[in-house]
Nanobody
Framework: QVQVVESGGGLVQPGGSLRLSCAVS????????MGWYRQAPGKQRDLVAD???????NYADSVKGRFTISRDNAKNTVYLQMNSLKPEDTAVYYC??????????????WGQGTQVTVSS
């Protein structure tokens, strides 16, 4: 099986920064796209940012210029650096990885979610 473990969430003041980490382990042949999603109470889960195995990134308009996604392929880990945080960024953040567990067999794997709260 595949495990997805997230860390780095917490409480910060507006304008502050947090760095989320997500490590994927288990039966991994390769990982294509990795990404971060978020869900606030009463709202749908939306894409924040994702990154391909080759390093191509994609961001939601609401976080462009403030958030940076990166990955370490050797460690099967994806990061989300969040700067200039706003109260509107408050949500549960979920890590997603498209994992090939054997040749030509892939699946979407999700983390448990980590709470990010931006408040004074």
């Amino acid at each position: 099986q595949v495990q997805v473990v997230e860390s780095g969430g917490g409480l910060v003041q507006p304008g502050g920064s947090l760095r989320l980490s997500c490590a994927v382990s288990g039966s991994i042949f390769s990982i294509t796209t990795m990404g971060w999603y978020r869900q606030a109470p009463g709202k749908q889960r939306d894409l924040v940012a994702d990154i391909t195995s080759g390093g191509i990134t994609n961001y939601a308009d609401s976080v462009k210029g403030r958030f940076t996604i990166s990955r370490d392929n050797a460690k099967n880990t994806v990061y989300l650096q969040m700067n200039s945080l706003k109260p509107e960024d408050t949500a549960v953040y979920y890590c997603n990885a498209n994992v090939y567990y054997r040749y030509r067999y892939n699946m979407d794997c999700w983390g448990q979610g980590t709470q990010v709260t931006v408040s004074s």
